[in-house]
């Protein structure tokens, strides 16, 4: 499986952007979306099924991000509404077999994942 995540930038607070990270060879894998800011460990943001019917998002996004994947586009979407700057950070995605290591934020046990891209919150 490889990954490449892409679409982070600079907004403003209150703004939105959307990451999307293409998964080849990851139709059958859970995907996930992980952030990690300066001097702070690596986080669980959102996770989806392989199917997409299950979906998980950290307290701290919950209402204004959603993660939704298209399969026959090998891609996973993570759209991030009324940004703050806590959210700025280096989005990863990753993938797993099974959900529950990305749900559970088990970084070292997580089978793939890909390059970060940036996200920038100003005030």
Request: glycine letters at 14%; charged letters at 15%.
């Amino acid at each position: 499986v490889q990954l490449q995540a892409s679409g982070g930038g600079l907004v403003q607070t209150g703004g939105s952007l959307e990451v999307s990270c293409v998964a080849s060879g990851g139709n059958f894998y859970a995907i996930g979306w992980f952030r990690q800011a300066p001097g702070k460990d690596r986080e669980v943001v959102s996770c989806v099924s392989s199917g997409g019917g299950t979906t998980y998002y950290a307290d701290s996004v919950k209402g204004r991000f959603t993660i939704r994947r298209d399969n026959a586009k090998n891609t996973v979407f993570l759209q991030m509404n009324s940004l703050k700057p806590e959210d700025t950070a280096v989005y990863y995605c990753a993938a797993d077999r099974d959900f529950d290591p990305l749900v559970h934020g088990l970084v070292y046990g997580i089978d793939y994942w890909g390059q970060g891209t940036q996200v920038t919150v100003s005030s």
